[in-house]
């Protein structure tokens, strides 16, 4: 009995110095954390490791957020791609280029040249008599009997 009182009252003191160690390489992790060797930030991952493995009601606040931020926050490749306002560079861009092609649009528009000349109403007129001679689609096209469409002739 005595035994088990003085082991745990030892494993007590170990833990109390494994925390207190900890502590101080813990507070405002997550601002220093940039900061930091490669080394140090292993040391500092391998120490809360170890004390998460005992009681966790033992570990500090600071501990637990600190553990928490090793294992879950925004550095290495959870670091956000995009930075703030990035949003706004994205649809500004966007907006440009579709202004940029309307704008291109309009002035191939109106530069450039007549309308080809099938499309003025003679030509048109004439493929209706060219179909028509050559007896083109006779079961339901402009050579069938009762054709009341317009056949080639456009607006």
């Given at each position: 009995?005595?035994?088990?009182a003085?082991?745990?009252t030892?494993v007590?003191?170990?833990?109390?110095?494994?925390?207190?160690?900890t502590?101080?390489?813990?507070?405002?992790?997550?601002?220093?954390?940039?900061?930091?060797?490669?080394a140090?930030?292993?040391?500092?991952?391998?120490?809360?490791?170890?004390?998460?493995?005992?009681?966790?009601?033992?570990l500090?606040?600071?501990?637990?957020?600190?553990?928490?931020?090793?294992?879950?926050g925004?550095?290495?490749?959870?670091?956000?791609?995009?930075q703030?306002?990035?949003?706004?560079?994205?649809?500004g861009?966007?907006?440009a280029?579709l202004?940029?092609?309307?704008?291109?649009?309009?002035v191939?528009r109106?530069?450039?040249?007549?309308?080809?000349?099938?499309?003025?109403?003679?030509?048109?007129?004439?493929?209706?008599e060219?179909?028509?001679?050559?007896?083109?689609?006779p079961?339901?096209?402009?050579?069938s009997?009762?054709?009341?469409?317009?056949?080639y002739?456009?607006?």
């Amino acid at each position: 009995m005595f035994r088990a009182a003085a082991a745990r009252t030892q494993v007590g003191r170990v833990i109390g110095r494994r925390n207190a160690s900890t502590n101080v390489a813990v507070q405002n992790l997550e601002t220093r954390w940039k900061t930091l060797s490669t080394a140090e930030q292993n040391t500092i991952a391998k120490q809360l490791e170890e004390a998460q493995k005992g009681d966790w009601k033992v570990l500090s606040t600071e501990e637990k957020k600190a553990a928490y931020y090793v294992a879950f926050g925004p550095h290495g490749p959870r670091e956000p791609i995009t930075q703030p306002g990035h949003t706004g560079k994205v649809l500004g861009g966007v907006a440009a280029v579709l202004a940029a092609s309307a704008g291109l649009f309009y002035v191939i528009r109106v530069n450039g040249a007549e309308k080809p000349q099938t499309f003025t109403k003679e030509w048109q007129e004439a493929t209706n008599e060219y179909l028509k001679s050559q007896n083109s689609n006779p079961i339901s096209g402009i050579s069938s009997e009762g054709y009341k469409g317009t056949g080639y002739v456009g607006n």
